[in-house]
């Protein structure tokens, strides 16, 4: 147990040094967990890690298809929170494509597990917004707003 709560440790600490742009710190940590969390290992640390390592990845197809093998490995454990996770990180990359077919797969995802979770209403009115569907985003944003009143939408209402 206190192995487990170490890596999680170590794995939010990574998190938050790719929030900060330093990749090489995080994939370092990731490094040290290596022999404890083999890759074909279906725990959530070791999903966690996958998840991490996709996101390090240079190349923004390298990602989506690493991305997409770690929304596997979390779907195949039935851990569907972290299977959210990766999708919310996938849609965004798809929303950048605008490839809306794919960002309308990973909000199914998102959804499975939370309808209304802020990160799915979210990626749902960013979805309808780049889909051309202004009044139906309006409704998503106004239930946002209403939620979560202690957050910013700009960034919502921005797309």
């Known amino acids: 147990k206190e192995e487990h709560e170490a890596a999680y440790a170590t794995v939010e600490l990574?998190?938050?040094l790719t929030r900060t742009g330093d990749n090489a710190a995080a994939a370092e940590l990731l490094r040290a967990l290596d022999d404890k969390f083999p890759s074909n290992s279906s725990s959530n640390v070791a999903i966690?890690?996958?998840h991490?390592?996709?996101l390090l990845q240079e190349q923004p197809r390298s990602r989506i298809d690493a991305l997409q093998a770690a929304l596997r490995t979390a779907r195949s454990a039935g851990a569907h929170?972290?299977?959210a996770?990766?999708?919310f990180d996938l849609a965004n990359l798809f929303l950048a494509e605008h490839d809306l077919a794919n960002v309308e797969s990973m909000l199914a995802i998102a959804q499975q597990w939370s309808t209304q979770s802020?990160?799915?209403l979210v990626l749902q009115a960013r979805?309808?917004?780049a889909k051309?569907?202004?009044l139906a985003a309006r409704q998503v944003r106004k239930r946002l707003a209403d939620t979560f009143p202690e957050f910013s939408f700009a960034a919502v209402d921005a797309e």
Do not use: C, M, P
């Open 48 to 50: 966690r890690i996958e």
């Open 52 to 54: 991490l390592r996709a």
């Open 118 to 120: 802020y990160q799915t």
């Open 127 to 129: 979805y309808l917004s």
């Open 81 to 83: 929170d972290l299977e």
């Open 85 to 87: 996770f990766v999708a």
């Open 14 to 16: 990574a998190q938050t």
């Open 132 to 134: 051309g569907d202004a």
